[in-house]
C-alpha cells in the first residue's frame, strides 16, 4: 500500500524530458513538429499493441483460464500476434513515409555554413559559392563560433562540415540530427516556428569533450537576425587596449581572428565578437574576464582535449589584462 504512488510517479520520470531548450517534444521547428508527431504517434501505436496483446494474455490466463483451448491459443497468436501488429505497424509506416517530403523542402533564407570541430563549432553566415571539388565548405561569409542566428519563419540552409572526424549537429527543438562529415557537405534546412534561445548539442562520439560540445541556437524576428548579423560582420568594438597588445606579442593572432587588429589566425573560434556570446568554450563556462582568464591559463583543465595549449607561464597580471580586453569585445 505504501507503494501505491510509487508506480504512477515513475510513468511521470520518462516525460521529464518533455520540455526545456533542448527537448525535440517542445517543437519551435517544422522539421521537430513533425518529429513530435512521429513520436507521438509511434508511441500510441506500440501502446495499442502492447495492451491489445497483454490484456488478451492477461483474460485467457488469469481472468477466464476456462475459455483457453489450443484454439484460443491459436487465435491469440494469429490476431494479437500478427494480424493486429500488422495493420498498426503497417499504419506507422505509411505515416511516417508520407511525412518524409516535408523535410526536403527548399531553403529560402540565409546560408550558414557550421563547421563541427574538435570541439567547438565554427559557424559563417551568408557564406558564397557552391561546395567545390575538393569537396570542403564554402569559403567567405561572416565568421562566428558557437552560436548560431536563426531568422523567424525562414528556411535557412545550413552546410555541415567537418574538418577532422565526425560529428552530429543537433538542435532537438528546430530539427533531427544531421552528421558533419569530413571530405563532404551535407545539407539541413532550419525552420525555426518560434523565437527563444534553443540549445544544440554534438550527437556523434567525437572524443574526449564530446559531451562539452555545445552551442546555442537564437531565433530572432527577421530584421533583428539581419541587425545581428551585420553586427557580426562589423570590426572589433575596442582595437587600442593593453590587452591587445598582449593578445598579439603572445602569438594568439596565429589562430585566432580578431577583425580590426592583426589577428588573423582561422584555426581556432574568431574572437572578433566574443563577448556577445552567452557562453564560452561551446557552452561549458559564462561569458565573462574571470571564466576567459581561466581559459587562456589552461584550455585543457576546463576542457579536456581541447586544442589550444595552455597559457598559465603568463604572468596573471597579462592574463588578467588579456581577458579584460576579450571580455569587452562584444
Ligand atoms: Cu563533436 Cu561529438
Given at each position: 500500500?505504501?507503494?501505491?504512488?510509487?508506480?504512477?510517479?515513475?510513468?511521470?520520470?520518462?516525460?521529464?524530458?518533455?520540455?526545456?531548450?533542448?527537448?525535440?517534444?517542445?517543437?519551435?521547428?517544422?522539421?521537430?513538429?513533425?518529429?513530435?508527431?512521429?513520436?507521438?504517434?509511434?508511441?500510441?501505436?506500440?501502446?495499442?499493441?502492447?495492451?491489445?496483446?497483454?490484456?488478451f494474455?492477461?483474460?485467457v490466463?488469469?481472468?477466464?483460464?476456462?475459455?483457453?483451448s489450443d484454439a484460443a491459443g491459436v487465435h491469440l497468436i494469429v490476431w494479437g500476434g500478427?494480424v493486429?501488429?500488422?495493420?498498426?505497424?503497417?499504419?506507422?509506416?505509411?505515416?511516417?513515409?508520407?511525412?518524409?517530403?516535408?523535410?526536403?523542402?527548399?531553403?529560402?533564407?540565409?546560408?550558414?555554413?557550421?563547421?563541427?570541430?574538435?570541439?567547438?563549432?565554427?559557424?559563417?553566415?551568408?557564406?558564397?559559392?557552391?561546395?567545390?571539388?575538393?569537396?570542403?565548405?564554402?569559403?567567405?561569409?561572416?565568421?562566428?563560433?558557437?552560436?548560431?542566428?536563426?531568422?523567424?519563419?525562414?528556411?535557412?540552409?545550413?552546410?555541415?562540415?567537418?574538418?577532422?572526424?565526425?560529428?552530429?549537429?543537433?538542435?532537438?527543438?528546430?530539427?533531427?540530427?544531421?552528421?558533419?562529415?569530413?571530405?563532404?557537405?551535407?545539407?539541413?534546412?532550419?525552420?525555426?516556428?518560434?523565437?527563444?534561445?534553443?540549445?544544440?548539442?554534438?550527437?556523434?562520439?567525437?572524443?574526449?569533450?564530446?559531451?562539452?560540445?555545445?552551442?546555442?541556437?537564437?531565433?530572432?524576428?527577421?530584421?533583428?537576425?539581419?541587425?545581428?548579423?551585420?553586427?557580426?560582420?562589423?570590426?572589433?568594438?575596442?582595437?587600442?587596449?593593453?590587452?591587445?597588445?598582449?593578445?598579439?606579442?603572445?602569438?594568439?593572432?596565429?589562430?585566432?581572428?580578431?577583425?580590426?587588429?592583426?589577428?588573423?589566425?582561422?584555426?581556432?573560434?574568431?574572437?572578433?565578437?566574443?563577448?556577445?556570446?552567452?557562453?564560452?568554450?561551446?557552452?561549458?563556462?559564462?561569458?565573462?574576464?574571470?571564466?576567459?582568464?581561466?581559459?587562456?591559463?589552461?584550455?585543457?583543465?576546463?576542457?579536456?582535449?581541447?586544442?589550444?595549449?595552455?597559457?598559465?607561464?603568463?604572468?596573471?597580471?597579462?592574463?588578467?589584462?588579456?581577458?579584460?580586453?576579450?571580455?569587452?569585445?562584444?
Open positions: 500500500r505504501r507503494w501505491r504512488h510509487v508506480f504512477p510517479t515513475a510513468l511521470l520520470l520518462p516525460i521529464a524530458g518533455c520540455a526545456g531548450a533542448q527537448s525535440s517534444l517542445d517543437p519551435a521547428g517544422t522539421e521537430a513538429d513533425l518529429v513530435a508527431t512521429l513520436f507521438w504517434a509511434m508511441t500510441g501505436g506500440g501502446a495499442l499493441i502492447w495492451l491489445f496483446v497483454v490484456g494474455s492477461v483474460f490466463t488469469k481472468i477466464r483460464p476456462s475459455a483457453y500478427c493486429f501488429p500488422v495493420v498498426v505497424l503497417g499504419f506507422l509506416v505509411w505515416f511516417g513515409t508520407a511525412a518524409m517530403p516535408d523535410l526536403r523542402r527548399a531553403s529560402d533564407g540565409p546560408r550558414i555554413a557550421v563547421s563541427g570541430e574538435r570541439f567547438w563549432w565554427r559557424i559563417a553566415y551568408d557564406v558564397e559559392g557552391e561546395p567545390g571539388v575538393a569537396r570542403s565548405l564554402p569559403k567567405g561569409g561572416v565568421a562566428s563560433a558557437n552560436e548560431l542566428y536563426l531568422p523567424l519563419g525562414r528556411r535557412s540552409e545550413i552546410l555541415l562540415g567537418s574538418p577532422d572526424v565526425i560529428h552530429s549537429f543537433w538542435v532537438p527543438a528546430i530539427a533531427g540530427k544531421t552528421d558533419t562529415i569530413p571530405g563532404r557537405v551535407n545539407r539541413l534546412v532550419l525552420e525555426p516556428t518560434r523565437a527563444g534561445t534553443f540549445n544544440g548539442i554534438c550527437a556523434e562520439f567525437c572524443g574526449t569533450a564530446h559531451a562539452e560540445m555545445g552551442f546555442r541556437v537564437i531565433v530572432l524576428p527577421e530584421a533583428d537576425y539581419l541587425a545581428r548579423v551585420a553586427a557580426e560582420a562589423g570590426p572589433a568594438a575596442l582595437t587600442a587596449h593593453p590587452g591587445r597588445d598582449l593578445f598579439l606579442a603572445h602569438g594568439c593572432g596565429a589562430c585566432h581572428a580578431v577583425r580590426g587588429t592583426e589577428a588573423a589566425g582561422t584555426v581556432g573560434p574568431d574572437l572578433t565578437h566574443l563577448a556577445a556570446r552567452r557562453t564560452l568554450g561551446a557552452g561549458i563556462l559564462p561569458m565573462d574576464e574571470a571564466s576567459i582568464a581561466r581559459f587562456v591559463r589552461d584550455p585543457g583543465a576546463v576542457k579536456q582535449g581541447a586544442t589550444m595549449p595552455p597559457f598559465r607561464h603568463l604572468p596573471e597580471a597579462e592574463i588578467a589584462t588579456i581577458a579584460a580586453w576579450l571580455g569587452r569585445l562584444r
